[in-house]
């Protein structure tokens, strides 16, 4: 399920750190009025051998903005927009009454008012294929050691021929994780609409991470797509990457 929220700054504006991924994942758990789902999120998730997934995602802000490139900042002003999805339907209820009844909150020590919430559920038809845009950037990488014995990431482009691959195993990975069995058909992804003005690259308590935007074709049955649409495609969900809408 998918929750959207519309808040207004009470103090005309909001003032963000460029990089404001981890302020939202802060203040995301802090919103969760069920302090054992919260901790089981935070601590837990659902397990794939070493891997652990929290199989919920959010998206960028949407709003009026204007970046202070001296301050390293993005101040929005007027009303701003915010998705949340997640597989787990328990998530969306809790985050839903908190946004409703509290009304009030502070986003990185600066108060919002939230004027509006509301619940979607996605049910694709069955299609040969499915078009999607990103509402925050999609990422998939992998590690490994150079000659020194140091560890390195590689982040994949939606051009390498290893991209789709990579969508592919992660999602083999979540959906695993939270079925306990992996899936029988295959997904494959390719770029429909990326540009090189696509490309983002962020930084997430302390980490440097590259990621794409843009509208992608993907290739699988609906409930795979439904799975992703809530949980998330690509790695790094419960850091605000991977969340889509569907486009015709």
Known sequence: MRLTV?????????????NYGEILQGF?????HDLELADFLHNEGFAKDRRKFKLFTFSRLAGNYRIDAGAKQIRFEGPIRWQISSLLDRLIADLGQS???????????????MEETSVHSFRPEK??????????PLTVFSTYED??????THYYSPS???????VEKNFSHKYEAYYGRPPEERLRVRPVKVSPRDK????????RITAWNGIYEIVCP??????LYDAGIGAKNSQGFGMFESVE
């Open 160 to 166: 390498d021929l290893a991209f789709s691959d990579m």
């Open 200 to 207: 983002v690259v962020t930084v997430f308590k302390g980490t």
């Open 147 to 152: 000659a020194a014995g140091k560890k390195k």
């Open 28 to 32: 995301l758990y802090r919103s969760i």
């Open 222 to 227: 609906p409930d795979y797509l439904k799975f």
């Open 99 to 113: 946004f409703l009844f509290r009304e009030k909150f502070t986003i990185h020590d600066q108060p919002v008012r």
């Open 6 to 18: 519309h808040f207004q700054p009470e103090n005309g504006e909001l003032i963000l750190p460029l």
């Open 127 to 136: 299609r040969d294929s499915y078009r999607i845009r990103m509402l925050s």
